[in-house]
């Protein structure tokens, strides 16, 4: 009897263990659902820069849109925007954003400047250390300029976030104007090329273009989040419309994890 007893005690104290060990487990996993109905996730959004393009009318500038349609309506960008977005459940907080640009802006500006003296169209580009000067040229048909320091780097802090959830805030960021500019006359260079070498010139723009944005923040119980992204240009799209004065290039960048 004594032997029965004591395996009985045994079961009965195994399943008592059992049974602790799956409460602590269910409160365990309650923790982790409660937690995450506070977990923010800010990302940067995939988006296009529509360029267009009205050689010979004009060489320069070449007007940014954020859609074709926007062109319709001459609804054109001063510059282009990365969009942050939180797409988490909570609300993200003391939001540090950073990008960096990795572009060799002289050696890309050179490389266009030669190309741009080799076809003789009255693109004249002043390219230093530091910064890429255009200068402006009516007779010519280059009817803006100016300088253009070279950024590659950026920061900026934000409060907070609200998730997409409860509404549609985004975090708006400027491509710097060298950026833009880089863009621009990698766009009119495209135009002025022929077909044959339109794919060599564009490759070359995606293998200078590598941003890297990371971004920092937390959640309402104070847990830190960390995240960072790549920027990589898609395929270019060329197209014409009968009702557009000039050549559409949309620019299609992602991000990449």
Not at 17 to 27: C, H, Q
Not at 103 to 127: A, Q, R
Not at 203 to 224: A, C, E, H, S
């Amino acid at each position: 009897m004594d032997d029965i007893k004591n395996i009985i005690d045994i079961i009965v104290a195994l399943a008592t263990v059992f049974s602790l060990i799956v409460i602590w487990l269910t409160l365990r996993e309650m923790k982790i659902q409660r937690h995450k109905s506070y977990e923010p996730y800010i990302l940067p959004l995939n988006f296009e820069i529509v360029f267009l393009c009205r050689y010979p009318q004009i060489i320069f500038p070449i007007n940014t849109y954020s859609k074709i349609d926007d062109i319709k309506i001459e609804k054109k960008m001063d510059s282009p925007l990365i969009k942050l977005r939180n797409i988490g459940q909570g609300v993200a907080k003391d939001i540090s954003a950073n990008i960096e640009w990795n572009i060799k802006y002289h050696k890309y500006f050179e490389t266009l400047k030669s190309e741009f003296d080799n076809l003789k169209i009255g693109i004249n580009l002043k390219v230093s250390e530091n910064n890429c000067w255009l200068d402006l040229n009516e007779d010519k048909k280059v009817l803006s300029g100016g300088n253009y320091p070279y950024q590659n780097d950026y920061h900026q802090d934000f409060d907070y976030l609200l998730p997409v959830r409860e509404n549609d805030e985004e975090i708006k960021i400027e491509i710097p104007s060298s950026v833009n500019l880089l863009f621009k006359l990698s766009i009119l260079l495209l135009e002025l090329l022929p077909d044959s070498d339109k794919e060599g010139a564009y490759k070359r723009l995606q293998k200078y273009f590598l941003p890297m944005v990371k971004i920092d923040y937390k959640d309402n119980l104070g847990k830190p989040f960390s995240s960072e992204y790549t920027l990589n240009l898609k395929t270019l799209k060329i197209q014409m419309q009968g009702d557009v004065n000039g050549m559409m290039y949309t620019l299609g960048i992602e991000r990449l994890k």
